[in-house]
């Protein structure tokens, strides 16, 4: 039996998504939140005469970035220092989960909130804290919900995604002990009288990063729940963790970008909150008693810098994580975020992880989509995500450095053989295609003989023309 890292990924995710595929709560969760998100993004882009423009445009800025990234991560980390905050470079995870254990033990921070961010989310950095005793309390609704029920975001931007409010009063009854109810007003009331507190006495907040101004220092954040505000402002000590990607040249690219994310993410004309920091003003706002003493902005690499280098990957990098693939995909909807076992699910996550993590880490992953282009037609920053796919599948199975290529079966090696030796004659090809014709006129064949049987199961095959073009070119059959 092969028990290889990447059979073990492969077996663990055919297992999630046929769990995923039999929960019905679930499928109900996803299609109501997915088909809502769909709606909204289709009605607030269409009040934009210049999508299309808008998101050209913002390729090329990404695209710009992503080839002189060194250039713009060093410009933007000199200008953020200039401002007051301290930069610390990570190479990988470990390294990030360090330089913010190190800043909290030298603070003696111990009360720590923290916002949501994927690129925390990635670096497994909760976990990390833990293990100093140092566990950050999420204060999104959705990241706390999902903390309150000791599970994992399952979609980039709507972390909970996957639970019914329902779910949601049970688990509330549960932990925090309120009488039961699904009322969504009533639920974030006992939620926002919960967080207060902890933002009272927070002494460091950690947040991601949405975009990183290169020529100001400055970091721009998106919001709709006015946390990420408390959580950078109130404790003395804020740490941004940012992944390198994020930088882009110049302050009047976020026009751009503003118009462009929080539309194709939740459907809105723009998030309620954006906040825009620059470094520490400590002569204006530590006077008013405002915003943190130290920034601290942590620069995370994890790969990113070898996708840079990558010519037919970078442009996964383009990535403004706005969750709209997501959203779009068939095989989201279908199994949602859980299935994909990994940090970063649907369609970018398919990109993203092979590339992050290694192809070991996610190899099924290129292979769990129908290529129907629906991700690629809703990407703000116009990635072809299907393209990525493609070159994906064929690195996973021709190998990697650190991948062996991929073995196939007996049955597949055979199958391509004999069609190879079939192409190769025009005789062979014409009594292949006569066999073929003969084979779909017995369907019970094919539905009932295995490895067929498993594949008609869900599909139908295409089924050939009765006479070939060579034999209706020739005319009439006498
Ligand atoms: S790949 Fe495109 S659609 Fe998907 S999260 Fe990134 S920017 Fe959004």
Redesign the pocket.
Known sequence: MNTSPSNRKANAFHAQAKNALNDATLKQALRSATDTFAERRSAAIAAVPDWEALREQARLVKDATVARLDHYIEQFADNAEQAGATVHWARDGKEACAIVQKIAEDNGATRLVKSKSMATEEIHLNKALAERALEPVETDLGEWIIQLAGETPSH?IVPAIHMTRDQVGELFVDKLGIPPSNDPKTLCAHARERLRSHFAQADLGISGVNFGVAETGSILILENEGNVRMTTTMPKVHVAVMGIERVIPRFKDLEVFLRLLPR?GTGQHLTTYQSILTGTDSAQDSANGQGPEQVHIVLLDNGRSKIAVDEKMRETLA???????LNACPVYQTVGGHAYGTVYPG??GAILTPQLAGMHEAKPLPFASSLCGA?KD????K?D?PSLLLELRQRAVEGTDHEPATKRSFFESMSWRMWSWFMRGPKRFRFASAMARLGQSMPLVHRLVPPMAAWHSTRELPRLAKRSFRNTYKGPSK
Do not use: D, K
């Open positions: 980039i194709s990535c403004i994580r706005c969750g709209a693939c369609p970018i991700c809703v990407c703000p920053v990635i995500i």
